[in-house]
């Protein structure tokens, strides 16, 4: 399922001009940190977040909170969700976030507060759900990705619900593992005719038995990659939902 968590919608039309997509129409937009690395789920509660001038103190006082276990912490300020559950952190927008810089920077916060904490690998997701014109544009979409001819003799009308592709970075002097996962799928925040990408751009940085591994090559990672993220983020789409 996509992201539930949506940053502040922006409304335009999409128009086509000839076989050229004119105007990509971003219903609604998001994005994600995720890190995986050895955390202390208790530890992110919001009056430590507040505590190391990284939200405010009337944010961690009003904070929905969701969980507080041991095990795992959820919870949401009017900007942020944040999530932790053993090795893994995420921090996802909400339908409030004024920029996805503002995730960027409160992960950075964190990790140099905790500089000594292991991280293994950082993803940095953006999706967004995009209107299109028609059912027809949809569903030619659809087929286009997904060729229904190989389903026809067991299926009828066959159709994609979900694909999912992954691969590495086309850059050859990228130095980092990892590499992108791009989900495409019909939305369920467009109706009738939307559809959901998401973008993950994932980084390996260390293997999970590395016992010297610390926080700052995560840190780096995001201050070093978060615009080319953002560019690919922005590029996959709209070579996606361009009319062929």
């Known amino acids: 399922m996509p992201p539930k968590w949506l940053t502040k919608p922006t409304f335009s039309r ?5 076989d050229a997509l004119a105007e990509l129409a971003i219903e609604r937009q998001g ?8 955390f202390n789920p208790r530890l992110f509660q919001p009056a430590w977040l507040a505590a190391h001038n990284l939200i ?3 944010e961690s006082e009003t904070a929905e909170i969701r969980i507080i ?10 900007w942020v969700r944040v999530e932790v559950e053993g090795e893994k952190l995420a921090i996802i927008s909400t339908a409030n976030s004024e920029t996805p810089e503002q995730l960027r920077d409160l992960a950075v916060g964190v990790l140099e507060v905790l500089s000594h904490t292991p991280v293994y690998t950082v993803g940095i997701q953006f999706w967004g759900h995009y209107a299109l014109e028609s059912q027809e544009a949809r569903d030619d ?4 990705l997904v060729p229904p001819d190989p ?4 299926l009828a009308m066959p159709g994609m619900t979900t694909l999912r592709v992954s691969g590495s970075r086309s850059s050859e002097d990228d130095p980092d ?14 109706n009738p005719n939307g559809v959901y990408i998401s973008v993950l751009d994932q980084y390996e940085l260390a293997d999970q038995n590395d016992a010297d591994a610390t926080a700052g090559p995560a840190v780096a990672c995001l201050k070093e990659n978060w615009a080319a993220s953002g ?9 996606v939902l361009a009319p062929r």
């Open 14 to 18: 999409c128009l086509y001009t000839g």
């Open 69 to 78: 276990h041991s095990d795992i912490v959820s919870y949401a300020l009017d």
């Open 231 to 239: 560019k690919r983020a922005k590029a996959i789409p709209e070579t």
């Open 177 to 190: 593992g990892g590499g992108l996962i791009v989900t495409v799928e019909p939305s369920n925040r467009v």
């Open 141 to 144: 979409l659809g087929w286009r």
């Open 56 to 58: 405010r103190d009337a």
């Open 31 to 38: 994005n994600a940190i995720h890190l995986l690395g050895s």
């Open 151 to 154: 389903f026809k003799e067991h």
